[in-house]
């Protein structure tokens, strides 16, 4: 959490409009994809039809990224989302393409390392799912629904935290998201600002 209060400056820089176009459009099907996980195996977005999907933008280098998962919180929703049948991608956009095999072996230690519930950890070395769903920050957060749709898009939750203490008192839209649909409501808030660092896309890609 230290790196997280000396980082506010990151917060300046989250929206720029010239990072990435959002495809992704809530009330809309989501952009498909096939993927590897750190394990190398193959992922596809299809082969999860008839589920809820949640999809998290995560950066181990960001503060954000950092702070959520050392306050405990990320891992708390993965595991909520996850017990209840939900499945959980959390995907890293990697400015390193040819770096992939290292930085999946550093991303299956680090989610290890926070007791990760994740159903699968993706690597997105060409930046392609990103960009396909206008991944802005990290985190940035999607959901999906059984048939496909997606039907949330943007923060973790209602704060920009500067201490543990901003993350426990926060709004999890995810986790509220999660209890509203799982209810058989509608989101309340299916569309929110995304905060955290900046999604570090290949130029490549």
């Given at each position: 959490?230290?790196?997280?209060?000396?980082?506010?400056?990151?917060?300046?820089?989250?929206?720029?409009?010239?990072?990435?176009?959002?495809?992704?459009v809530?009330?809309?099907?989501?952009?498909?994809?096939?993927?590897?996980n750190?394990?190398?195996?193959?992922?596809?977005?299809?082969?999860?039809?008839?589920?809820?999907?949640?999809m998290?933008?995560?950066?181990?280098?960001?503060?954000?990224?950092?702070?959520?998962?050392?306050?405990?919180?990320?891992?708390?929703?993965?595991?909520?989302?996850?017990?209840?049948g939900?499945?959980?991608?959390?995907?890293?956009?990697?400015?390193?393409?040819?770096?992939?095999?290292?930085?999946?072996?550093?991303?299956?230690?680090?989610m290890?390392?926070?007791?990760?519930?994740s159903?699968?950890?993706?690597?997105?070395?060409?930046?392609?799912?990103?960009?396909?769903?206008?991944?802005?920050?990290?985190?940035?957060?999607?959901?999906?629904?059984?048939?496909?749709?997606?039907?949330?898009?943007?923060?973790?939750?209602?704060?920009?935290?500067?201490?543990?203490?901003?993350?426990?008192?926060?709004?999890?839209?995810?986790?509220?998201?999660?209890?509203?649909?799982?209810?058989?409501?509608?989101?309340?808030?299916a569309?929110?600002?995304?905060?955290?660092?900046?999604?570090?896309?290949?130029?490549?890609?």
């Amino acid at each position: 959490m230290k790196a997280l209060l000396q980082s506010s400056v990151v917060a300046l820089a989250l929206f720029s409009s010239s990072l990435v176009s959002a495809q992704a459009v809530v009330g809309q099907p989501a952009p498909v994809f096939t993927s590897v996980n750190t394990l190398g195996q193959a992922v596809s977005l299809s082969q999860f039809k008839g589920k809820y999907v949640v999809m998290e933008w995560f950066n181990p280098d960001c503060p954000y990224t950092q702070g959520h998962y050392e306050s405990g919180n990320m891992p708390a929703v993965q595991k909520y989302a996850t017990d209840k049948g939900v499945v959980w991608l959390s995907v890293n956009t990697t400015d390193e393409p040819a770096k992939t095999a290292q930085v999946a072996t550093a991303l299956t230690a680090w989610m290890k390392s926070k007791k990760s519930s994740s159903t699968a950890t993706l690597v997105d070395a060409d930046g392609k799912i990103g960009r396909a769903y206008g991944a802005r920050t990290t985190p940035h957060m999607f959901m999906i629904d059984p048939q496909g749709k997606l039907i949330y898009a943007g923060a973790i939750d209602s704060k920009v935290p500067s201490s543990p203490a901003d993350i426990a008192s926060a709004t999890n839209y995810v986790r509220q998201g999660l209890d509203e649909i799982l209810s058989g409501k509608m989101i309340s808030q299916a569309v929110t600002k995304p905060y955290g660092c900046s999604v570090k896309y290949s130029k490549a890609g």
